[in-house]
């Protein structure tokens, strides 16, 4: 579903059914925060669903604001594989069990 923003997230719900304007982030919901309509401009959870659809990784956000009352809140993500039980340190990518490269590039001089 389109948030907000313009971007798809699987993790945004909108019901306008019949005038009902209910909307939430079930991504941030899960982790006890709460949502507001302008975390969704500068949240990474869209490219990180476009980038990478990999089953075993979980997302988990946060909010938080950098250098307090300075700049807008944002959201933070963090992954988790499942299948390796480990942090992903770069959830666009992924943590690189299920989808090495099928070869090795060796550069010579
Ligand atoms: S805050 Fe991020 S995860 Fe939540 S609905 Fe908006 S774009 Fe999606």
């Known amino acids: 579903m389109k948030t907000p923003a313009g ?3 699987p993790w945004f719900y909108g019901n306008y059914f019949r005038g009902r304007d209910i909307e939430e982030c079930r991504l941030l919901h899960a982790s006890g ?6 975390l969704c401009k500068t949240c990474p959870v869209p490219s990180i669903a ?4 990999c089953e075993f990784m ?4 946060t909010v938080w604001r950098p250098f307090e009352a300075l700049f807008q ?3 933070q993500v963090t992954a988790y594989c499942e299948k390796v039980h480990r942090t992903v340190a770069e959830p ?4 690189g069990e299920c989808h090495t490269l099928p070869f090795k ?3 010579k001089d």
Not at 50 to 53: F, K, L, V
Not at 92 to 95: D, K, P, T, V
């Open 7 to 9: 971007q798809e997230c």
């Open 92 to 95: 666009h990518i992924g943590c």
């Open 50 to 53: 476009r980038a990478n659809s």
């Open 105 to 107: 590039l060796e550069v």
């Open 58 to 61: 979980k997302l988990r956000a």
């Open 33 to 38: 925060e709460t949502w507001t309509r302008d």
């Open 73 to 75: 809140r944002r959201v």
